[in-house]
Every structure is written in structure tokens, then in C-alpha cells.
């Protein structure tokens, strides 16, 4: 049984802050490798920022300065700080796992809303 359970999204103002959250069961934490998705209505999923077993991270262009990735192994928990958001940084958010034999694990999608 695994699981994928996000939390923090909802409603900010443009120039605010959220913290997104994404705590996995049912695997070996420790050995993927995580990354943060994002949807916006009527577009394709982007990725937006990935942190690797080791803890090395990459930032898609559009976010980068602005938003940071981190894990803690000893809480299988995954976050994306999100500062200075954007109205372009509104959609769902998905917490993604890939464990280095190719396996994939997608969470639900939460909801991050940018408006003033």
C-alpha cells in the first residue's frame, strides 16, 4: 500500500508564500529520488523541481530563486516553499517519487490558488 499524501495548498496573494508537503508510505523513502509537478488549467503537467536521493537539486527556469525543494528521510516527507508566487504559479500541484529502478508514484494533486 502506497501513498501520497500532499497538504498546504490554497489561496494566496500575489507576492505571498505557501509551503507544500508530501509524506509517503509504503516505500523506501530514502531510496527515490522526488520531484514536484504542476497542471494550470487548459495546459500540460510541467515539472517544476526535483531533489534526488542524495539531495541534489534542479529548479525549472520559471521558478528558480523563488522556489525550494527539500526531504527529510527520517520523516518521508518531501517540500516545495513556494515565495514571491506568481498568478502564473496557480494550478495543481503533484508530488512524484522514482525510485532508481524506474518506478513511479504520483500523488493526488493539491490545490495552489495565486490572486488578489
Known amino acids: 500500500q502506497v501513498q501520497l499524501v500532499e497538504s498546504g495548498g490554497g489561496l494566496v496573494q500575489p507576492g505571498g508564500s505557501l509551503r507544500l508537503s508530501c509524506t509517503i508510505s509504503?516505500?523506501?523513502?530514502?531510496?527515490?529520488?522526488l520531484g514536484w509537478y504542476r497542471q494550470a488549467p487548459g495546459k500540460q503537467r510541467d515539472w517544476v523541481a526535483h531533489i534526488t536521493s542524495g539531495g541534489t537539486t534542479n529548479y525549472a527556469d520559471s521558478v528558480k530563486g523563488r522556489f525550494t525543494i527539500s526531504r527529510d528521510n527520517n520523516k518521508s516527507t518531501v517540500w516545495l516553499q513556494m515565495n514571491s508566487l506568481k498568478p502564473e504559479d496557480a494550478a495543481v500541484y503533484y508530488c512524484n517519487a522514482t525510485s532508481t529502478w524506474g518506478r513511479r508514484i504520483w500523488g493526488k494533486g493539491i490545490l495552489v490558488t495565486v490572486s488578489s
Open positions: 509504503g516505500i523506501t523513502f530514502s531510496m527515490y529520488d
